[in-house]
């Protein structure tokens, strides 16, 4: 079975902080995501990573960075966390042939609380 | 206006009922489509994919209807196992350079007994 391993279930930070939200999958996937997800907004995208130190911005970059150093690991990053990035963090990956790049494996998420 | 609309709910039906959610998306560049389900608290997982002539998975069917933007699914004999939330999907981007979904909202589903 694929797993993606999301480093926290629950993380508590303070304001201003700077925040790691790890993932690491062990399907050999090309493709890995980051998404939050809040209630009446559904899941956004923030960032992307289609290859090894690429990314692409996705819906809502702001506040984030991201760093995929390694094929198997995509972290996030708030560099000076606030009240408003208190969210579930969703991270995903997916092979990127077009047959089968549509199905995302997505870890347990990671409840981040800023106060 | 929203990429990908659906009309959250909450739908509570009785087990054996048929319930029907629909979702529609604005950027007709979009490529494919999919509906994900996601149980409570936790992560959300395929459930199946939309293609143009429709297609069927046991109790569930799908289809789309590109020329309105427009993807339903349809639940036939609801178990009480089918509440969760159904998030509508849709793809558009290269492969080359990374495709992306972007993910409807979810209407949420609760089969009583």
């Known amino acids: 079975d694929v797993k993606v391993t999301q480093s926290s279930r629950y993380l508590v930070k303070r304001t201003g902080e700077k925040v790691f939200l790890e993932c690491v999958q062990d399907?050999?996937?090309?493709?890995m995501f980051w998404y939050r997800q809040d209630p009446g907004l559904g899941l956004r995208l923030i960032y992307f990573s289609y290859d090894v130190k690429m990314k692409e911005k996705g819906d809502i970059p702001e506040g984030y960075s991201v760093s995929r150093e390694k094929k198997e690991r995509f972290s996030l990053i708030l560099e000076s966390a606030s009240t408003n990035q208190t969210s579930m963090y969703l991270c995903?990956?997916?092979?990127?042939?077009?047959?089968?790049?549509?199905?995302?494996?997505f870890g347990s998420g990671t409840q981040l609380s800023v106060l | 206006r929203k990429e990908v609309e659906q009309d959250p709910g909450p739908f509570n039906v009785p087990e054996g009922a048929t319930v029907a959610f629909n979702c529609t998306y604005s950027?007709?560049?979009?490529?494919?489509f999919f509906w994900y389900r996601q149980d409570c608290r936790k992560e959300p997982k395929l459930l199946m994919s939309?293609?143009?002539s429709g297609n069927e998975d046991g109790r569930f069917t799908a289809q789309l209807n590109r020329a309105s933007q427009y993807i339903s699914l349809l639940i036939r004999d609801s178990k009480l196992s089918d509440s969760a939330t159904y998030l509508c999907?849709?793809?558009?981007?290269?492969?080359?350079?990374?495709?992306?979904?972007?993910f409807g909202e979810g209407t949420q589903l609760t089969v009583n007994p």
């Open positions: 995903a990956s997916s092979f990127r042939s077009a047959a089968t790049n549509e199905k995302l494996f």
């Open positions: 939309v293609y143009s």
């Open positions: 999907v849709v793809k558009w981007g290269w492969e080359t350079s990374g495709s992306r979904l972007t």
């Open positions: 399907m050999d996937h090309e493709n």
């Open positions: 950027n007709s560049a979009s490529q494919s």
